[in-house]
């Protein structure tokens, strides 16, 4: 029997570190392997671990099992598209009823639904923007913020597009449209306006990419551009995942309108 070496002890903020993640994608099994240093850069102040790379990890790495099932599976899949592909371009130009092929399967180019906001603080000072992209089940968000005080911010997608300073409560409350509780670590939550939150580095930077479920760009009872408009919200502190109905997230320290790009 082999004897195995002892581990030596090195403080987790500098020890490699490995982790696994199983998931189904359409019946097929996959594998998101990660590692590397916990530190290798992760914690600069400008771009947080929190914010860019929630796991932890350096490096990731997606497989996939080779077997005829996984194979059949992935085929079928790409048959599929290419079905939808040869559907478009044989049917009549405009939109058909009954359509029920998205947009984001179809191979060629695609005028992807965007949207855009610009934050100011209750001074009325330009200090953040986010671009808004359509994506399949969801929304791509991508924030760049700056003069934030050092920290974790409460983040939400608010029920009204106005930003009225100093305290930006004509934004209303979190955009709840199917009418939850708030907080992502919440059984019965979260609002779709519930994000993760926005961690600013000791330069008060913070740049981030969030993904919102049940969210979208276009029509829909979900849609950020519903009759009263949307609007995202920094909160002075972070929010805490789970207190209705805000997480203790504190006042509002910078706002911003969503509008088409």
Same mark, same amino acid.
């Given at each position: ?11 987790? !903020?500098? !020890? ?84 029920? /092929?998205?947009?984001?399967? /179809? ?15 209750? #001074? ?9 992209? #359509? ?34 409560? !004509? ?30 580095? !000791? ?9 919102? $479920? ?28 789970? $207190? ?8 509002? /320290? ?8």
């Amino acid at each position: 029997m082999r004897s195995r070496r002892p581990r030596s002890a090195v403080p987790a !903020s500098t !020890s490699p570190s490995r982790g696994r993640l199983g998931m189904m994608i359409g019946g097929v099994p996959f594998t998101l392997k990660m590692w590397g240093d916990l530190e290798s850069g992760w914690r600069s102040p400008a771009r947080s671990a929190e914010a860019v790379n929630p796991l932890g990890f350096r490096h990731a790495r997606l497989e996939w099992p080779t077997s005829t099932k996984a194979v059949a599976l992935v085929a079928g899949g790409v048959l599929f598209v290419w079905a939808a592909h040869v559907a478009r371009a044989e049917a009549p130009a405009g939109p058909q009823p009954g359509a029920q /092929i998205p947009s984001w399967l /179809i191979p060629g180019e695609v005028d992807l639904l965007t949207a855009k906001a610009e934050f100011r603080n209750p #001074e009325g000072k330009v200090v953040g923007r986010a671009v808004l992209v #359509e994506a399949p089940y969801g929304v791509m968000i991508a924030v760049e913020m700056s003069e934030l005080p050092p920290g974790r911010h409460g983040f939400h997608i608010h029920e009204v597009g106005r930003c009225d300073p100093p305290d930006f409560g !004509s934004a209303g409350g979190h955009f709840n449209p199917r009418g939850k509780r708030h907080g992502l670590m919440t059984v019965e939550g979260p609002h779709v306006g519930d994000l993760p939150n926005l961690v600013a580095g !000791s330069d008060g930077t913070a740049r981030a990419e969030f993904y919102l $479920t049940h969210a979208t760009v276009g029509a829909g009872s979900n849609s950020l551009f519903h009759p009263n408009g949307t609007a995202l919200v920094v909160h002075a502190d972070p929010d805490d995942g789970r $207190t209705d109905r805000s997480g203790h997230a504190g006042s509002r /320290i910078a706002c911003a309108v969503i509008g088409f790009r």
